[in-house]
C-alpha cells in the first residue's frame, strides 16, 4: 500500500495492493492462495499474449510497415506480466485517486476490471469514465514502448482510478493487467512512419516524453533501457 506513486506529481503512494506474476509460471513462488489457479492463470497469460500479438501486427500495419511481424517478432512474451490488483474499501471521497494518473510502460496492456468502476482516461484534456466492460471484452491501452517506436504516431493512454464517488464504488476493487513488453534486447528506435497525421506536434510529443525520462525522440533504446527509464520516474529507483 501507498508504495507505488504513478502520478510522480503526487506526494502520496497509491491506495492500492497488487502482486507481480511472470510466465512460465514455475518461475516464482507463487503465494499459497494463489496456487491453486497456476494452470488458469498461465491460460490467461496466453489468450493475453494471443490478443496482443494480434494487436501488434495490426499497429505495423496500421503504420504501413513492410514487414507485419516486425514487432511480434521482438515480444517473446519473458518480459510480460500479470498484475493482480486490490483497491480495498474506501469512504466516498470525490476529491481523491485510488491510482495516480499514468500511461504505462509496455506496448500494450489488457485490462480486466470486476464490477466496481473508477477507471478514467484522458481524452482531449477531459477524464473519461471507462466502465468495466461487457463480459467477453476487455479493455486496451497502448503503452508507452509503443508510443516511442512508433515515434509518437500510436499515443500512450493515460488513465487513472479515482476513489469511491458513490455507494457501489466504496467496496474492494479487483483488477488485473496484463502488461505485454518488449524482448529486453529489442531495439526500440523509432520506425520511420511518414505518411499518417499526427495527433501531437512533436514539441508536445517531446515534453511528454522528458516526464517520462526520456530526453529524446529519436533515442537509441532497447526495451529494457526503455523499461528502467519508466520505472526510474515512476518509483524513483
Ligand atoms: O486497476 C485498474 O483498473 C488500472 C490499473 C492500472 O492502470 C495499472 O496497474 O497500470
Ligand atoms: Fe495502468
Request: aromatic share 8%; glycine share 4%; with cysteine.
Given at each position: 500500500m ?19 506474476i511472470?510466465?512460465?509460471?514455475s ?17 490467461l ?20 510497415m513492410?514487414?507485419?511481424r ?23 471521497n ?66 487513472r ?5 458513490t ?44 516526464r ?23 518509483y524513483?529507483?
Open positions: 501507498n508504495e507505488e506513486k504513478l502520478d510522480t506529481n503526487k506526494d502520496e503512494g497509491d491506495k492500492k495492493e497488487s502482486f507481480y511472470a510466465t512460465p509460471l518461475r516464482q513462488r507463487l503465494p499459497a492462495i494463489l496456487e491453486p489457479y497456476t494452470e488458469a492463470l498461465e491460460e497469460f496466453k489468450a493475453c499474449r494471443e490478443v496482443c500479438m494480434t494487436l501488434l501486427e495490426a499497429a505495423a500495419v496500421a503504420l504501413k513492410s514487414d507485419h516486425y514487432f511480434v517478432d521482438r515480444h517473446n512474451g519473458y518480459d510480460d506480466r500479470l498484475r493482480l490488483l486490490h483497491y480495498p474499501p474506501s469512504p466516498i470525490v476529491e481523491a485517486i485510488r491510482a495516480g494518473a499514468h500511461t504505462d510502460y509496455g506496448s500494450f496492456t489488457v485490462l480486466f476490471q470486476r464490477d466496481v468502476s473508477g477507471l478514467q482516461v484522458l481524452v482531449d484534456d477531459r477524464w473519461i469514465d471507462v466502465e468495466p466492460p461487457a463480459r467477453g471484452t476487455v479493455v486496451v491501452n497502448v503503452a508507452d514502448a509503443l508510443e516511442f517506436w512508433s515515434e509518437g504516431v500510436l499515443c500512450s493512454a493515460q488513465h482510478v479515482v476513489m469511491p464517488r455507494q457501489n464504488e466504496a467496496v474492494s476493487r479487483f483488477s488485473i493487467a496484463f502488461f505485454c513488453q518488449p524482448d529486453a534486447h529489442a531495439d526500440l528506435t523509432p520506425v520511420k512512419v511518414t505518411s499518417i497525421r499526427r495527433k501531437r506536434t512533436s514539441a508536445q510529443y517531446l515534453d511528454e516524453l522528458k517520462k525520462g526520456i530526453n529524446s525522440a529519436s533515442a537509441e533504446l532497447t526495451g529494457g533501457q526503455h523499461l528502467q527509464a519508466r520505472l526510474q520516474a515512476s524513483g529507483l
